[in-house]
Antibody, heavy 118, light 107 residues
Framework: EVQLLESGGGLVQPGGSLRLSCAAS????????MTWVRQAPRKGLEWVSA????????YYADSVKGRFTISRDNSKNTLYLQMNSLRAEDTAVYYC???????????WGQGTLVTVSS | DIQMTQSPSTLSASVGDRVTITCRAS??????LAWYQQKPGKAPKLLIY???SLESGVPSRFSGSGSGTEFTLTISSLQPDDFATYYC?????????FGPGTKVDIK
């Protein structure tokens, strides 16, 4: 069974930084591209970033480009999202997710809440 | 970027009703369309992929159809567990985009 467990969320001041982690299990981690999707309070879903299975390709939404960095450690089966220069509008639940065939998001973690506020 | 729209934004229905939600893409996405169900405080759950393929374990009362730019999700007989928000999502590229959601609540 695929399991994705996010951690690292919390309260941070505007301009601050935070690193999210996602521990993966139940599948061959290196085989699958991974992604982060966020959901602001009482809002819809927004794709944030993606990374290929071996980590050689990364992709970002325009709203986070230059501020967020996605990475993975395949030896630890862990996905990361380094978030810098955080803004109030980055406040959201951040979900780690696994791609299936093509770019279908097949499995989701339970999410971790990031709150950017002074 | 491909934009996704959904209608209606809210739908009030009763147990046993047949429910249909429409999703439209701003350009053709072939059948790279998924439907998710989300309940408050929970992660989205995949229901339908490739426009009409039912995810394993999902009840057969859920079905999807469409191709190109217009898609529908149908719940043939609404059950108490189905009151939730439903999102469509195109996955034609690495940057998926989601519809704004349709909330199905109790009439």
């Amino acid at each position: 069974e695929v399991q994705l467990l996010e951690s690292g969320g919390g309260l941070v001041q505007p301009g601050g930084s935070l690193r999210l982690s996602c521990a993966a299990s139940g599948f061959t981690f290196t085989t699958y591209a991974m992604t982060w999707v966020r959901q602001a309070p009482r809002k819809g879903l927004e794709w944030v970033s993606a990374i290929s299975g071996v980590g050689d390709f990364t992709y970002y939404a325009d709203s986070v480009k230059g501020r967020f960095t996605i990475s993975r450690d395949n030896s630890k089966n862990t996905l990361y999202l380094q978030m810098n220069s955080l803004r109030a509008e980055d406040t959201a639940v951040y979900y780690c997710a696994k791609y299936g065939s093509s770019w279908l998001i097949a499995s989701w973690g339970q999410g971790t809440l990031v709150t950017v506020s002074s | 970027d491909i934009q996704m729209t959904q209608s209606p934004s809210t739908l009030s229905a009763s147990v046993g009703d047949r429910v249909t939600i429409t999703c439209r893409a701003s350009q053709s996405i072939s059948t790279y369309l998924a439907w998710y169900q989300q309940k408050p405080g929970k992660a989205p759950k995949l229901l339908i992929y490739k426009a009409s393929s039912l995810e394993s374990g999902v009840p057969s009362r859920f079905s999807g159809s469409g191709s190109g730019t217009e898609f529908t999700l149908t719940i043939s007989s609404l059950q108490p567990d189905d009151f939730a928000t439903y999102y469509c999502q195109q996955y034609n590229s690495y940057s998926p985009t989601f519809g704004p959601g349709t909330k199905v609540d109790i009439k």
